[in-house]
Every structure is written in C-alpha cells, then in structure tokens.
C-alpha cells in the first residue's frame, strides 16, 4: 500500500505522530550530548586524580536507579538497563582515552 492509497485521516495521524517521534528523537540526542559533556568533566576530574575510570559501584547505582525508573514509566526494565550499559560503557571508554593523554 502506498502513502497515497491511505485514508487521509489515518496519513494526518500518522505524520502527526512521527513528528512527535522526530521531535522526541531529537531531544533524546540533546540529552545525550549534556550528559557526555557533564561525563567528560567527571573524566578529566579522574584522570587529575588518578582515580579508576570505571566506578562499578556507582554504575550499580545508576542501573538499579534506572531500572526503577523505567518501572515506574511502563518502559521496559531490560531495554532501559541495556541502554545504560550501552551509555556506561562509552562513558568509560572516554575516561580511559582522557586518562591516557
């Protein structure tokens, strides 16, 4: 089926909702970026410190946190747990370049 085969009022919706999509998206990515600025501080503290680029027990923390949250906004524990071992991950990887140079 084409987009021009659709009824109109479900093509409206549909854009409609993809534009929320587009906008959510967006928002999502600029989120990440404050938040990799916010960790690429906290790197650069480590590293003028010499304290470990990973912290396991604060990354326990923040899962179980997020996990809690993700609860309570119907979103899939799972899924939001994965993302931030995905964030967590490339964090350290930063830390570790940062600690490096």
Same mark, same amino acid.
């Given at each position: 089926?084409?987009?021009?085969?659709?009824?109109?009022?479900? =093509?409206?919706?549909?854009?409609?909702?993809?534009?929320?999509?587009?906008?959510i998206d967006a928002?999502?990515?600029?989120? +990440?970026?404050?938040?990799?600025?916010?960790? =690429? =501080?906290?790197?650069?503290?480590?590293?003028?410190?010499?304290?470990?680029?990973?912290?396991?027990?604060?990354?326990?923390? =923040?899962?179980?946190? +997020?996990?809690? +949250?993700?609860?309570?906004?119907? +979103?899939?524990?799972?899924?939001?747990?994965?993302?931030?071992?995905?964030?967590?991950?490339?964090?350290?990887?930063?830390?570790?370049?940062?600690?490096?140079?």
């Amino acid at each position: 089926m084409t987009n021009s085969e659709i009824d109109p009022s479900v =093509q409206a919706e549909l854009t409609r909702l993809r534009d929320s999509i587009d906008n959510i998206d967006a928002a999502v990515v600029h989120m +990440l970026a404050e938040r990799f600025k916010c960790t =690429q =501080q906290v790197g650069r503290l480590k590293a003028e410190h010499r304290l470990p680029p990973a912290d396991p027990a604060r990354e326990a923390e =923040q899962i179980a946190r +997020l996990r809690s +949250l993700a609860e309570s906004a119907k +979103l899939d524990p799972a899924f939001a747990e994965k993302l931030l071992n995905f964030i967590i991950a490339e964090v350290i990887r930063h830390h570790e370049t940062i600690a490096r140079s």
